[in-house]
């Protein structure tokens, strides 16, 4: 048996991402932790220098795991398509839509307006471009 111990997602500045999940999705700091390379290079199967750092957010019970690599020659973003094998978005439910969108703006994220369906969904970027899907809270 399995449980979810917490979703990681890349980004290019930690403090930035902080302020983005907390101020927009009400994300709360739980800790920080830095990385040693030799540990970090073996599990995620990164080239040293490997120089990660990770901050860790919680909601609800829900733990995002913020992941920085500080070192040269890391991937640049790219958008992907819902059709593509892998993560698509993360989704959150809130209790009003057009200030979760108003919130979002205000963070430092994106709100892509030609989602939006009727009041009932919408997708929003993240500073760093990640897909967040934004639902009324039932």
Known sequence: MATVNHV???VNDLE???AFYEGALGFRHRSDLAVPDAPAATLLQVERPVG???MYLERDGWVLELLHFDRPGNEPRRDRSFTEPGLTHISFGVDD???ACALVTEH???VLEDTEILGM???VR??????LELLPRV
């Open 52 to 54: 990660l750092r990770a």
């Open 16 to 18: 930035r991402s902080r």
């Open 97 to 99: 839509l057009p200030s």
């Open 126 to 131: 993240d500073p760093d471009g990640q897909l």
């Open 108 to 110: 430092g994220g994106e």
């Open 8 to 10: 990681g997602l890349c």
């Open 121 to 123: 969904a919408v997708m």
